[in-house]
């Protein structure tokens, strides 16, 4: 009846029951990075709505919570690469990490924060959701279109994948990742498109660039007060923790996913994300 649906409501209930909700966000954050990625809205909302003082304080409790997944990625992956190079013959090296990190791309990056960092607090989040809704459904729609036209026209689509200009992926990576947290999603559509052919190579390159733009955030974060040194530490180390044991899960799941459809799982996730962000 009406008083059963009462309780499931309040069990369900951000407001009521935020801890419960923050570890889940928590876990799924070092899942998603360590595996099968396209999580970030999902984790966005979760902490939103579960933060006690509004999505401003879940910008900052979220950071360490990135930082340290975004590590812990990095390093698990790093060693992996550089594991199986050194049994190969061919004289074969892990890429090094300028590649890797893609410096022009970040420079932009770097940028974008920045300018995110000066409008915060001066555009509302649905705003920013769309706005990064409409740049996702963009390259989500060229690349379908490079999959199901020939390949001589390839070129009418230059706005597509690694054709859109270094400096507007950048800027826009930047700038959503301070107001919203969901780089990740345009960060996943950027390196699906420029196709890299190693899982463990794609991973790293992801978690080397959100490493990066969310090491600066935090500082910013910390230096503007937004995340204040006191209890609110205390509680993202602790869910940090708890992000550590969803990394190796997130990567024992990744090795489940045949490499043919790596892409085509990761872009589906990406796609579900930019409606979940349009629709909000």
Aim: aromatic residues 8%.
């Amino acid at each position: 009846g009406a008083s059963e649906r009462m309780l499931v409501s309040d069990a369900l209930s951000f407001e009521q029951h935020p801890w419960p909700w923050l570890i889940l966000a928590s876990f799924l954050t070092g899942f998603a990075k360590a595996g099968v990625v396209g999580f970030g809205p999902l984790v966005t909302v979760i902490f939103a709505g579960a933060t006690p003082g509004g999505p401003k304080r879940a910008l900052a409790l979220i950071q360490p919570v990135l930082v340290v997944s975004d590590v812990a990625v990095f390093w698990r992956y790093w060693r992996e690469l550089r594991s199986a190079a050194g049994k190969k013959t061919d004289d074969s090296t892990p890429p090094s990490l300028l590649h890797l990190i893609e410096v022009g791309l970040l420079a932009w990056a770097l940028l974008g924060v920045g300018l995110g960092q000066l409008s915060l607090g001066r555009l509302d989040d649905r705003t920013v959701k769309h706005v990064l809704a409409f740049v996702l459904a963009v390259l989500l729609a060229s690349r379908a279109l490079r999959s199901i036209l020939p390949a001589n026209f390839g070129d009418l689509l230059d706005m597509g994948g690694r054709r859109l200009p270094n400096w507007i992926v950048g800027v826009a990576m930047g700038w959503v990742s301070v107001l919203t947290n969901n780089a990740g999603v345009l960060v996943d559509t950027y390196l699906l498109s420029i196709a890299s052919t190693d899982k463990r190579e794609y991973l790293l390159r992801r978690s080397s660039l959100l490493l990066v733009i969310a090491s600066v955030k935090l500082v910013l974060h910390m230096i503007s007060g937004l995340l204040p040194m006191d209890i609110t530490i205390l509680h993202s180390a602790l869910l940090s923790c708890v992000a550590l044991i969803g990394v190796p899960a997130g990567q024992r799941m990744a090795g489940y996913i045949p490499q043919k459809a790596f892409g085509v799982v990761s872009m589906s996730l990406v796609a579900l994300g930019t409606v979940q962000l349009a629709r909000s």
